[in-house]
């Protein structure tokens, strides 16, 4: 875009048809809200949706239901009042900036402001994308008191650039079309994460094409599985520890170093750490070189988390390690872990921090089929994670170009105009 297409305001360069308001100025009501009595019933449990700031910073654009509900009487004798459909709501205490167009009318408490936009001078959809790209700036005028919060008047003088009525609901539009790609992907996900649940749970009770079944310790599974505890299906079982790191000679070295973290962070498989340590680190710690394709477990505080190392690491106290025997295959061991661990969660030790012993993670029993079913139930499930693995970065690129596109549309950086009209339908 030319130059000559963009004029100087007080909020920086805009579109030449654009224009700049405040709030105050392009709305016909903005008010916070009140919440009636709780001593008194008669106040209470009628058919007026109550919100809260916690109904407020829910996911989703819209709210169709609030949790509490008010009576007339209360209504009429607190300081709330009722916000018609299709105006904005926006969390003002505690939880600042979160903001939602109501689909019914609701009565608001005072962390909330209602905000009734002129719909001849601005849309609501257009109105709810500026707060949202604006959010990340309510904290300069953040007043702190008791709890931090926003005023009615801080709200009210906000400056807000707009284009012509079309061109704002060009603009919702648009970025509608992205925020509904985005929620059909999180629906996905949370589909193959129940079929993902749902094949767990089969396939750890009744196996691959069997029909006879033994009830055991652990719960039903096929007649000739047989069921072996942790420690007698491995090579090796022990947990790590740290080098000290008073000693820099220990740290920065060409050995992998697994923490918690490194563990929650990966999926299947760990490829990377953050941390390295040195040759004289390993030798001056209890720490060990795990062989790759071992299990890694979580035994304190995020207790049961497990990936299988692609490459040789150290880790550190809080994590043992499993080298499997010939006949468990590793990735079975993995999903057998991950379904199991709420046996571990019944032997938690309590001390500082949530634990579980070495003893006790090694003599957790699990199934055991032969060898060739253990990797077809794993290469089961594996498709599966790997699915909900290529949606979710899916989804991400969804949310970053969302992000990137709520910017530059709500600054005019990039116009309706200049889109691919066959992508967005506009």
């Not at 209470?44 to 654009?61: E, L, M, P, R, V």
């Not at 043992?320 to 010939?326: T, Y």
């Not at 170009?401 to 005019?412: A, S």
């Amino acid at each position: 875009m030319n130059d000559d297409e963009f004029k100087d305001t007080e909020i920086g360069r805009i579109p030449k048809e654009w224009e700049v308001n405040k709030l105050s100025d392009i709305v016909i009501k903005a008010k916070m809200g009140g919440t009636p009595r709780r001593d008194i019933s008669e106040y209470w449990n009628g058919n007026i949706y109550f919100a809260k700031a916690q109904d407020i910073s829910k996911d989703g654009k819209y709210l169709y239901k609030a949790e509490e509900f008010i009576t007339e009487k209360g209504l009429e004798n607190s300081s709330t009042w009722l916000v018609p459909e299709n105006s904005l709501l926006l969390s003002a205490y505690g939880s600042i900036g979160f903001v939602k167009i109501n689909k019914v009318p609701v009565a608001i408490n005072q962390q909330i402001i209602g905000i009734m936009p002129n719909e001849k001078i601005i849309d609501v959809e257009f109105l709810y994308n500026w707060y949202l790209n604006y959010k990340s700036y309510w904290d300069k005028f953040i007043k702190t008191t008791t709890l931090p919060h926003l005023t009615l008047g801080i709200v009210l003088d906000r400056l807000i650039p707009f284009p012509p009525l079309e061109e704002q609901k060009k603009i919702a539009y648009v970025l509608s079309k992205i925020q509904k790609a985005i929620e059909l992907q999180d629906r996905l996900i949370k589909l193959l994460q129940e079929l993902k649940k749902t094949m767990m749970h089969k396939l750890f009770t009744e196996g691959i094409g069997h029909t006879e079944f033994k009830d055991t310790e652990i719960g039903r599974i096929p007649k000739d599985w047989e069921i072996r505890r942790i420690k007698d299906i491995s090579l090796k079982i022990k947990a790590g520890g740290t080098p000290s790191r008073k000693e820099i000679k220990y740290w920065g070295g060409n050995i992998p170093f697994v923490l918690i973290n490194d563990i929650v962070n990966s999926s299947i498989y760990l490829y990377k750490t953050k941390e390295f340590i040195t040759e004289l680190g390993l030798k001056n710690s209890s720490t060990w070189i795990v062989p790759p394709n071992s299990l890694l477990v979580s035994i304190y505080a995020t207790i049961g988390e497990v990936v299988i190392n692609k490459i040789p690491v150290a880790t550190n106290q809080a994590i043992i390690a499993i080298v499997p025997m010939p006949d468990f295959n590793v990735e079975y061991g993995l999903y057998a872990i991950k379904y199991y661990k709420n046996i571990l969660y019944k032997q938690i030790v309590q001390t500082t921090q949530k634990n579980i012993n070495k003893a006790i993670f090694q003599n957790l029993t699990v199934p055991l089929p032969h060898l060739e079913e253990q990797k077809k139930i794993a290469n089961i499930l594996l498709t599966i994670d790997n699915k909900i693995s290529l949606e979710e970065n899916r989804k991400d690129l969804l949310e970053k170009l969302f992000k990137t596109m709520l910017n530059k549309l709500m600054t005019g950086q990039i116009r309706v105009k200049d889109l691919n009209v066959e992508v967005f339908g506009v």
